[in-house]
């Protein structure tokens, strides 16, 4: 019985040790030189793209510190706009602006949270409930891309004027806050106010006996004469004297507290308005706050018994407040900085003072360095270079602050 072995493969087949890996074609040469590069090309091409930005931005910045450098003083921040540049401040712009600022995110930080917390946190179990938390989701993302100038058409309709449905600013169906007086001038050019309850009340009839108040406030006896009657000549009693003829105008004194139905366009109307137009940006980013916290953390929340309400407050949210933080960030940046949505409420302006109240007239910080950039004085755009400057450091300190904010948090989760 003969067992058929087979050859062993030649030794010459076998490579030993001492043979020579296979040598790369020239066509492979040539490709991975050319790939090489194509790749040196594209890291070049960043770097010069990131370097010009850099040039442009600090070319920029240059130029309007070097505009504005040199006028700029505490008078700019204590005046008010004028005609005269060397006389124009910003303090009723930088006070609107931030009003209007706080009344946003008063409104867009607590509702857009409450939003992402509901639509990631508390999934819907029925079909309507899904339906309707995939229609809001589809409607969020949609409403962050709508242009700026859109809600600044639906603010004046909805806030500003109620679709008419609730009289006027001037004849408002309902107000709290404000004292009216019938505002006669007298012969002596001083000012006396007869209060009377609200703004419909029938004209004031001059007769005696009388009583008015003065523009300090005090009360006195008004000399009532007729339209031909000769004045007296005592300057003191000139100074409180009327026709029976005389004329007067409405005029109000409006407390801090004001408040009208409809809101008018004053400073309520544009944080709000304000507050539609960052109120995506502030879901998405803490949506994407809470989708970053590790899951592990709910089901150990969830596994020792919590609700789930428990586990948002105590675990989830804490976790997430550094990215909220950052979405508060941006969205703020982008309130302080809009001009459109405020150009459709208020337009452009002359306001003399800062806002007393929220039914108060207002501008703000991007209308006013428009206005003054719009002159065709070489001065004026010298102010709008300061107002640049004033709105980059109020923009910075208001980061700086939210950095500070988000730092001191995750030192105190770590």
Known sequence: MSFLREDPMPSAMIPGPSAEPPRASESQHRSLSRRHRIDRLFVYFCMFTAF???????????????????????????SAPSSVASEAGIQPAMFGSIWVCGVCGLFALPIGVATAVFLEEFPARGKFARMFQSFVQLNISNLASVP????????????????????????????????????????????????????????????????????????????????????????????????????????????????????GRGVLTGGLTLML??????????????????????????????????????????????????????????????AAPILIICGIIYVGSSPANLMDDFSVMPLQIFNWASQPQQEFHAVAAQGIIVLLGILLSFNAIAVFIRQTTQKSLS
């Open 277 to 338: 137009v960052v109120l995506p940006v502030v879901i998405i980013a803490a949506q994407e706050a809470l989708r970053g916290v590790p899951e592990s953390l709910r089901e150990a929340s969830l596994g020792i018994g919590a609700t789930r309400w428990q586990t948002v407050q105590n675990v989830t949210l804490p976790c997430a407040i550094p990215g909220i933080m950052t979405g508060s960030i941006l969205a703020m940046s982008r309130a302080i900085g809009e």
């Open 52 to 78: 010009a930005s850099i040039v442009i931005l600090a070319v920029l910045l240059g130029s309007i510190l070097y505009a504005g450098l040199p006028g700029m003083n505490w008078q700019f921040l204590r």
């Open 148 to 263: 700026s100038v859109v809600y600044g058409m639906l603010g004046l309709t909805v806030f500003a004027g109620m679709f008419g449905l609730t009289g006027s600013a001037h004849q408002p169906i309902f107000e709290v806050g404000a004292d009216h007086y019938h505002q006669f001038l007298s012969e002596g050019d001083r000012i006396l106010r007869v209060p009377v309850p609200d703004r419909q009340a029938a004209a004031t009839v001059v007769k005696s006996p009388m009583t008015a108040l003065t523009s300090a406030g005090a009360s006195v006896e008004v000399n009532v004469i007729g339209p031909r009657e000769l004045l007296p000549k005592s300057p003191e009693l000139r100074a409180v004297t009327l026709r029976t003829d005389a004329e007067s105008g409405i005029i109000s004194d409006k407390a801090w507290y004001y408040f009208r139905f409809p809101f």
